[in-house]
């Protein structure tokens, strides 16, 4: 199975798995300790990218670049400016409509900022978590509050799209200093906040922590009551939520991220980087060594590929769907043209409605906010032909 090349491939995501150290929460494809093989695996990149480019007929015109980690913002400057000058060769970047770069704080210096404009880097997505310096340390996040202030005033100056995010449920963050954290984000110029819970994921060194007792986390239904009042707090104040985690004022939605949520194609370049064509998925190599080898040799990096059966594409559909403010077609809900599947679900959008958990407009099923909350649940209850 191969990426279909003559998808309308409009969105790239480039992974740059470089980081000053591992958060403990962190399950993405992140090395610390390991900056001696920058200058290698950006020459991996670039040959990764520059085989895409051959496989192409033309130069596919783009509308949106990611730039992904990792710590992209630690992508030094001579390297950075080499990809955009490759990129400009492979695609044709005359109408692209935003690129976005992940930033952390206390890896960002200010000549950074005027290079990033200069190459046409319009967004910036600062991870803030918390402003709680002892809270992030004690799960390896080495950054300061006054890192955060820093680099979103001076960013500022030079961008108009900035958006933070923020893990909601870190142990050792009261309510009220949760509070404390809202008011103050929605004074600064941003225009996007990003809204995560935190999620344990297994083998992560929080993980080994929560297991052995040595970090405790907050109750769910305390999570869940702050993340409604955060949602109010952020409405209130101008940033209007399109999706259970984000919310954007002035029109600033992330336009890269919708791209996956409405499961349009995008190709996705370095170490463990996934792509879809609209129909298959892929996912690199996430071995760094034999990412860097595999490259040198010209072989295949996919070490993962999948063709989603209808079923599956119908779940994903109503998944992604129910997380944005848009919802979903209540007939979209129904795989099988039964009536006894619309008489069931016809009951079962009643009693959410009773509940609070949805809303229906016409034809349309949308969720709450408190249905957005556990978005999961109710998902898996309208899906269940039971």
């Known amino acids: 199975m191969v990426y279909n090349y003559l998808s309308d491939t409009r969105s790239l995501y480039i992974h740059w798995p470089f980081c000053p150290y591992k958060c403990h929460f962190c399950p993405f494809v992140a090395l610390a300790g390991l900056d001696r093989y920058m200058p290698e695996y950006h020459a991996a990149l670039i040959k990764e990218i520059e085989k895409y480019g051959r496989e192409c007929s ?68 600062i991870g803030v978590q918390s402003l709680k310096d002892g809270v992030l340390h004690a799960l390896n996040r080495l950054q300061k509050q006054t890192d955060v202030q820093w680099l979103v005033h001076r960013a ?50 929080l993980y080994f922590k929560v297991q052995k007792n040595q970090v405790v986390l907050p109750p769910d239904n305390k999570v869940v009551d702050t993340y409604l009042w955060s949602v109010q707090w952020l409405q209130e104040h101008g940033f209007e939520q399109y999706e259970v985690s984000n919310f954007a004022r002035d029109d600033k939605r992330s336009l890269h991220n919708q791209v996956y949520w409405e499961r349009k194609p ?94 229906r407009n016409g034809d349309t099923l949308v969720l709450t906010v408190a249905g957005l909350a556990t978005h999961n649940a109710v ?5 269940c032909n039971k």
């Open 266 to 359: 995008y190709k996705g370049f370095g170490l463990g980087a996934c792509s879809f064509d609209g129909i298959n998925r892929f996912q690199n190599q996430k071995n760094l060594i034999k990412y860097l080898q595999t490259i040198q040799e010209e072989g295949d990096i996919t070490i993962f590929a999948e063709s989603l059966n209808a079923e599956q594409k119908h779940l994903e559909q109503i998944m992604l769907g129910l997380r944005r403010s848009s919802g979903v077609l209540l007939q979209h809900l129904c795989l099988h043209d039964i009536q006894d599947h619309y008489d069931l679900l016809e009951q079962k959008v009643m009693a959410l409605q009773a509940q609070g958990l949805v809303n």
């Open 156 to 205: 500022a100056a030079d961008f108009d799209n900035i958006s933070i995010d923020l893990i909601l449920g870190l142990p050792g963050v009261s309510e009220e200093e949760w509070k404390q954290l809202m008011q103050t984000i929605v004074q600064w110029p941003i225009s996007h906040v990003s809204l995560y819970f935190l999620t344990v994921h297994e083998d992560t060194q």
């Open 379 to 383: 998902v898996i209850n309208l899906i």
């Open 58 to 125: 033309s130069k596919a015109p783009l509308d949106t670049i990611f730039f992904g980690g990792g710590t992209p913002s630690t992508y030094p400057d001579h390297l950075l400016l080499d990809t955009f000058g490759r990129l400009r060769d492979v695609f044709n970047l005359n109408e692209i409509r935003e690129v976005t770069i992940e930033v952390n704080p206390g890896t960002v210096r200010q000549e950074q900022l005027a290079l990033w404009k200069e190459l046409g880097i319009s967004r910036l997505s």
